[in-house]
């Protein structure tokens, strides 16, 4: 296989764009199909497709930042907790809920479907980087909240594996430490 130094040199480099200096415009329709297409070419054992993807543009996001909000107050969770919650949705022009949607399978075992899940919110983060976006995977306390969940229509066994927010990022992006990857290898050789 060719070496192909161009995409070695984005992964070393790639960094994530806070939500919070992401603004409009947003990847529109074509732009983001093809981002999702490319999200989608992860590891996926016996073609489950475990995941699926809930698009919120500009105004839904608001109306889920909203929603947060009077959630976050009736959960009485911190005031900065909640803030940063709101802050995060209404700002941004674009966020695809990557959710995680199990399939029942004698062959495949859920954790298998839980790692394609998150491969695929990596995959669409590299993907709107690569493309010339700024992006970010977040979770956080909405991610997991049953009201979240049904105002995003998830249902059974479905959970948010991560919101991916997509948008134009005008400042590069803090540097921050980096692992000491030789700490973390174990070489077996026999």
């Known amino acids: 296989m060719p070496d192909s130094p161009t995409v070695m040199e984005f992964l070393l480099a790639r960094r994530s764009r806070p939500a919070k200096l992401l603004r409009a415009p947003a990847p529109d329709g074509a732009q983001l199909v093809r981002l999702l297409t490319a999200a989608a070419r992860v590891p996926d054992h016996g073609k489950l497709e475990p995941w699926r993807f809930v698009v919120l543009h500009g105004a839904a996001c608001a109306r889920l930042a909203r929603d947060l909000d009077t959630r976050a107050a009736e959960l009485g969770l911190d005031p900065e907790k909640r803030a940063k919650a709101v802050a995060a949705f209404s700002g941004s022009p674009l966020i695809v809920a990557v959710v995680a949607s199990p399939r029942a399978s004698e062959k495949i075992p859920e954790i298998e479907q839980t790692l394609s899940a998150g491969a695929v919110c990596l995959s669409l983060?590299?993907?709107?980087?690569?493309?010339?976006?700024?992006?970010?995977?977040?979770?956080?306390?909405?991610?997991?909240?049953?009201?979240?969940?049904?105002?995003?229509?998830?249902?059974?066994?479905?959970?948010?594996?991560?919101?991916?927010?997509?948008?134009?990022?005008?400042?590069?992006?803090?540097?921050?430490?980096?692992?000491?990857?030789?700490?973390?290898?174990?070489?077996?050789?026999?």
């Open 125 to 190: 983060v590299n993907a709107a980087l690569a493309s010339g976006w700024g992006a970010c995977w977040l979770t956080g306390w909405a991610a997991s909240d049953s009201s979240v969940h049904v105002a995003l229509g998830l249902s059974g066994p479905e959970w948010i594996a991560g919101f991916i927010h997509i948008g134009t990022a005008d400042t590069p992006p803090p540097e921050r430490p980096r692992p000491d990857i030789a700490a973390l290898i174990t070489v077996l050789e026999s």
